[in-house]
């Protein structure tokens, strides 16, 4: 398997923006999950789905900020209108168990996201 | 308010020497708790996991302990590795609700 694909591996835009990012789980997988990650804040979770229903989005910071899972195969994380403090490296995780948040987690390579 | 701290927030170490990486959690009601690895430029890998009743699970050269009375649990490396120069997160999950709580991670680095 190839385990969790994203795309972009980097995205680099200009301040208000529209940006898509997109994840591919591990087939077979029942829950994915979107993070941000920086320097100051470490990991955070924004919004997780299990079989393709969005379950908990408290951590999306924004309205600017939306995700859709349209099937078990892919994902995308939007920002519109992107700003420089979104800055960050996103990424996507699947899970093989659905429900539970305490079951393994596998993640993509991340994107790194640079807002000018 | 549950909250999950990790230290030292850095570290180095001479390549074959040991060393224990700390987590301290006030996440209630406890469910269980994560260890993962974060390579430079990559996402984290899954090292172990313990539940409740586990007080020490190994993974080769890896072995996490938790005390679930003083809420805290530790990640010991023995003989480290250059390839052991890491970020090291702590994730603590509630056994309620749909959450679960990261530290901020330990930057190890191993030196030749």
């Known amino acids: 398997d190839a385990g969790v694909i994203q795309s972009p591996r980097h995205e680099v835009t200009e301040m208000g923006q529209e940006v898509t990012l997109r994840c591919k789980p591990i087939s077979g997988h029942n829950s994915l999950f979107w993070y941000r990650q920086t320097m100051m804040r470490g990991l955070e979770l924004l919004i997780y789905?299990?079989?393709?229903?969005?379950?908990?989005d408290s951590g999306m910071p924004e309205d600017r900020f939306s995700a859709k899972m349209p099937n078990a195969s892919f994902s995308t994380l939007k920002i519109q209108p992107s700003e420089p403090r979104d800055s960050a490296v996103y990424f996507c995780a699947s899970s093989p168990v659905g429900g539970g948040v305490g079951n393994e987690q596998f993640f993509g390579p991340g994107t790194r996201l640079t807002v000018l | 308010k549950n909250q999950v701290e990790q230290s030292p927030q850095s570290l180095i170490i001479l390549e074959g020497k040991n060393c224990t990486l700390q987590?301290?959690?006030?996440?209630?009601?406890?469910?269980?708790l994560r260890w993962y690895k974060q390579d430079t430029g990559r996402g984290p890998v899954s090292l172990t996991i313990?539940?409740?009743?586990?007080n020490t699970k190994s993974n080769g050269r890896y072995t996490a302990t938790l005390d679930a009375d003083t809420k805290q649990s530790s990640l010991h490396i023995t003989a480290s590795q250059l390839s052991d120069s890491a970020s090291y997160i702590c994730v603590v999950s509630p056994n309620t609700g749909n959450q679960f709580y990261f530290g901020t991670g330990t930057s190890l680095t191993v030196i030749p």
């Open positions: 789905f299990n079989n393709n229903v969005p379950i908990d």
């Open positions: 313990m539940t409740f009743s586990e």
């Open positions: 987590c301290n959690y006030t996440v209630s009601p406890f469910s269980n």
